[in-house]
């Protein structure tokens, strides 16, 4: 797992698949109902305070896992504990490893190259300490790269 706090509104979380054994990728009301209750673990365990209007936006790999963007939208002035989601979940998504040194990302079965930077695919087998030696990319962004970069080495799925 991987949790960046970037204000008191904003989180980012990256969940590996191996999370959540048994659970369906494919079925959004699986992945919503178990990625709520990994944010109140989370808000429990890092007394973290949520309270108001929240988007949950999910980005889901099967073979790499989940990750989320938690943005707070707006207060809610009932209840000062009260958390509401709007979640959004988008379905077969590709996590790459940004990075400015191709030696950084070596243990990525597929690189590609794209305006200066490299870009490993994360997969399932993918050496959970490699996320720390750069940016996790997905989205638009991710789909950018996977049709405009070029591939540098592929080692094999």
Same mark, same amino acid.
């Given at each position: 797992?991987?949790?960046?706090?970037?204000?008191?509104?904003?989180?980012?979380?990256?969940?590996?698949?191996?999370?959540?054994?048994?659970?369906?990728?494919?079925?959004?009301?699986?992945?919503?109902?178990?990625?709520?209750?990994?944010?109140?673990?989370?808000?429990?365990?890092?007394?973290?305070?949520?309270?108001?209007?929240?988007?949950?936006?999910?980005?889901?790999?099967?073979?790499?896992?989940?990750?989320?963007?938690?943005?707070? %939208? $707006?207060?809610? @002035? !009932? &209840?000062?504990?009260?958390?509401? /989601? +709007?979640?959004?979940? *988008?379905?077969?998504?590709?996590?790459? %490893? $940004?990075?400015? @040194? !191709? &030696?950084?990302?070596?243990?990525? /079965? +597929?690189?590609?190259? *794209?305006?200066?930077?490299?870009?490993?695919?994360?997969?399932?087998?993918? &050496?959970?300490?490699?996320?720390?030696?750069?940016?996790?990319? *997905?989205?638009?962004?991710?789909?950018?790269?996977?049709?405009?970069?070029?591939?540098?080495?592929?080692?094999?799925?």
């Amino acid at each position: 797992m991987r949790f960046e706090i970037l204000d008191t509104d904003n989180y980012l979380i990256y969940l590996n698949s191996a999370t959540f054994r048994g659970m369906d990728f494919t079925n959004e009301e699986d992945i919503t109902t178990q990625t709520k209750l990994v944010i109140m673990r989370l808000k429990r365990n890092y007394n973290i305070y949520l309270s108001g209007f929240y988007q949950m936006s999910i980005y889901v790999g099967e073979k790499t896992g989940l990750f989320i963007e938690l943005k707070k %939208l $707006e207060e809610i @002035d !009932f &209840d000062l504990m009260a958390i509401d /989601l +709007k979640v959004v979940v *988008y379905l077969n998504q590709t996590f790459l %490893l $940004e990075t400015d @040194d !191709f &030696d950084k990302i070596k243990g990525c /079965l +597929k690189i590609i190259a *794209y305006e200066g930077k490299y870009y490993g695919v994360l997969t399932k087998n993918t &050496d959970i300490s490699l996320l720390e030696m750069g940016n996790i990319i *997905y989205g638009t962004l991710a789909d950018l790269v996977l049709s405009m970069g070029a591939p540098v080495g592929i080692l094999g799925d």
